[in-house]
């Protein structure tokens, strides 16, 4: 119960009503961020949801916490002095809680689903792009952290009934084995959408051509999503302003910091190679990089 609460706080402390000062940074993070007038579908003045479309898809970083946030130096380690002033993150680094909706001809697909506390904004970003929680057709979890199935559950019910639930299998055996004291809310969630989830392995094929990917590390099963252009990362990254430059640096959730280095590394690669647009569950606004 001790690691769970602790998770859970730490979790909280940068839950949706959790708000930071602007500062430069958020500036110098969105320039990397390729969301540009001639790529957006669409963009709401709060910059909290930014869509793109691309070969069919259309893909929106919806973030769920109400206000900016900047994640705290101290969760990465020993920064050096000069790397801060260089990359200018001394007042923290611009980060979200965020989830990413795929919209196509024949479906809707939610990848994780926030923390679910008051104040969070995941339910009516849906709403106004045209989704309700009742004809949601499917969910990809990228790992079972509380800020990613958190908004799958409400009161002990459902958020979405009719949704059909895609976990990681090396991910869901982790969770299910765990000591009680650290997966009670996995295992809640786990009863609780028992008749609607389905397991896969990496690299399987998903509905409407989602590609599942190995990337452990953060968690034991931690998956990133690849739909033509779009990569969906999850928790590739906590601080993007520090790890796309030096993707060593791991964040005190990482669970095995030696792999997630490693798939750091291989997907930052990866997206260079195939000119793919990632979206980080963790990004700053307006979500997108490429």
Same mark, same amino acid.
């Not at 430069?24 to 993070?29: E, K, P, R």
């Not at 910059?47 to 893909?59: A, N, Q, R």
């Not at 809640?188 to 609607?196: H, I, P, Q, R």
């Given at each position: 119960?001790?690691?769970?609460?602790?998770?859970?706080?730490?979790?909280?402390?940068?839950?949706?009503?959790?708000?930071?000062? $602007?500062?430069?940074?958020?500036?110098?993070? /969105?320039?990397?961020?390729?969301?540009?007038?001639?790529?957006?579908?669409?963009?709401?003045?709060?910059?909290? !949801?930014?869509?793109?479309?691309?070969?069919?898809?259309?893909?929106?970083?919806?973030?769920?916490?109400?206000?900016?946030?900047?994640?705290?130096?101290?969760?990465?380690?020993?920064?050096?002095?000069?790397?801060?002033?260089?990359l200018g993150i001394a007042n923290g680094i611009p980060s979200s809680m965020s989830a990413v909706l795929l919209q196509c001809d024949t479906a809707n697909v939610l990848f994780d689903a926030g923390l679910g506390m008051p104040g969070c904004l995941l339910l009516s970003s849906l709403d106004s792009l045209g989704v309700k929680a009742e004809t949601l057709d499917r969910v990809y979890l990228t790992h079972l952290h509380p800020d990613h199935i958190g908004g799958l559950m409400a009161n002990g019910q459902?958020?979405?009934?009719?949704?059909?639930?895609?976990?990681?299998?090396?991910?869901?055996?982790?969770?299910?084995?765990?000591?009680?004291?650290?997966?009670? @809310?996995?295992?809640?969630?786990?009863?609780?959408?028992?008749?609607?989830?389905?397991?896969?392995?990496?690299?399987?094929?998903?509905?409407?051509?989602?590609?599942?990917?190995? /990337?452990?590390?953060?968690?034991?099963?931690?998956?990133?999503? $690849?739909?033509?252009?779009?990569? !969906?990362?999850?928790?590739?990254?906590?601080?993007?302003?520090?790890?796309?430059?030096?993707?060593?640096?791991?964040?005190?959730?990482? @669970?095995?910091?030696?792999?997630?280095?490693?798939?750091?590394? %291989?997907?930052?690669?990866?997206? %260079? $190679?195939?000119?793919?647009?990632?979206?980080?569950?963790?990004?700053?606004?307006?979500?997108?990089?490429?």
């Open positions: 119960m001790r690691y769970f609460m602790l998770l859970a706080a730490a979790f909280l402390s940068a839950a949706c009503q959790h708000s930071q000062p $602007e500062n430069s940074v958020v500036d110098a993070v /969105a320039k990397q961020q390729e969301c540009t007038a001639a790529d957006t579908v669409y963009m709401n003045a709060d910059s909290t !949801i930014c869509s793109l479309k691309i070969d069919g898809y259309k893909v929106s970083w919806i973030r769920d916490n109400a206000s900016r946030k900047n994640n705290e130096l101290k969760l990465f380690g020993e920064v050096p002095a000069g790397l801060i002033d260089s459902k958020v979405f009934p009719n949704a059909k639930v895609y976990v990681a299998k090396a991910e869901y055996d982790a969770w299910m084995n765990m000591p009680e004291d650290k997966n009670q @809310m996995q295992v809640a969630f786990a009863k609780l959408y028992a008749d609607n989830m389905v397991l896969f392995e990496f690299n399987d094929t998903l509905p409407v051509g989602v590609v599942a990917l190995d /990337a452990k590390g953060h968690t034991p099963g931690h998956t990133v999503f $690849e739909a033509g252009k779009f990569l !969906i990362v999850g928790d590739l990254f906590h601080g993007l302003a520090l790890q796309m430059a030096h993707p060593e640096f791991c964040a005190f959730y990482d @669970m095995d910091p030696e792999n997630a280095v490693k798939s750091r590394e %291989k997907f930052i690669s990866y997206a %260079k $190679e195939k000119g793919s647009v990632m979206l980080g569950m963790h990004f700053p606004e307006p979500g997108f990089v490429k």
